[in-house]
C-alpha cells in the first residue's frame, strides 16, 4: 500500500515564495505518477501540476507555468512544489496525489495541507 502526506503550507505575503513537500510510504514502485491539486473555498478541485515517477516528465496548468516548479528526489520518495510570485487566487488547500499501476488516474490522495497568499 502506498501513502503520501503534503507538508509546508503556511501563510505568505503576496509575491513570496512557499515549498511544499509530498512524501510517499510504502509500494512505491507502484507509483507511476505524482501530482498536486488544489482547491480553493467554493471551488471545484483543479489541476496544479504533475511529474512522471520514472521519466520526471513534468506537467503544469496555464495558471502557473513559469511561477511553480514541481520535481521529484526518488531516493526519498518526496516530490515538491516550489511556488514563487504567489498571488492571492493562489490561496487554496494544496493537495498531492499518486497515481498507480493499473489505475486510470490519481488514485491515492493526501490530506491536504493550507496555502494563503495575503497581506
Known amino acids: 500500500q502506498v501513502q503520501v502526506m503534503e507538508s509546508g503550507g503556511g501563510l505568505v505575503q503576496p509575491g513570496g515564495s512557499l515549498r511544499l513537500s509530498c512524501d510517499a510510504s510504502g509500494r512505491t514502485l507502484s507509483v507511476v505518477a505524482m501530482g498536486w491539486f488544489r482547491q480553493a473555498p467554493g471551488k471545484e478541485r483543479e489541476f496544479v501540476s504533475s511529474?512522471?515517477?520514472?521519466?520526471?516528465?513534468?506537467y503544469y496548468a496555464d495558471s502557473v507555468r513559469g511561477r511553480f516548479t514541481i520535481s521529484r528526489e526518488k531516493a526519498r520518495n518526496t516530490i515538491y512544489l516550489r511556488m514563487n510570485s504567489l498571488k492571492p487566487e493562489d490561496t487554496a488547500v494544496y493537495y498531492c496525489a499518486a497515481q498507480r499501476v493499473g489505475a486510470s488516474s490519481y488514485d491515492l490522495w493526501g490530506q491536504g495541507t493550507q496555502v494563503t497568499v495575503s497581506s
Open positions: 511529474i512522471r515517477w520514472s521519466g520526471g516528465t513534468t
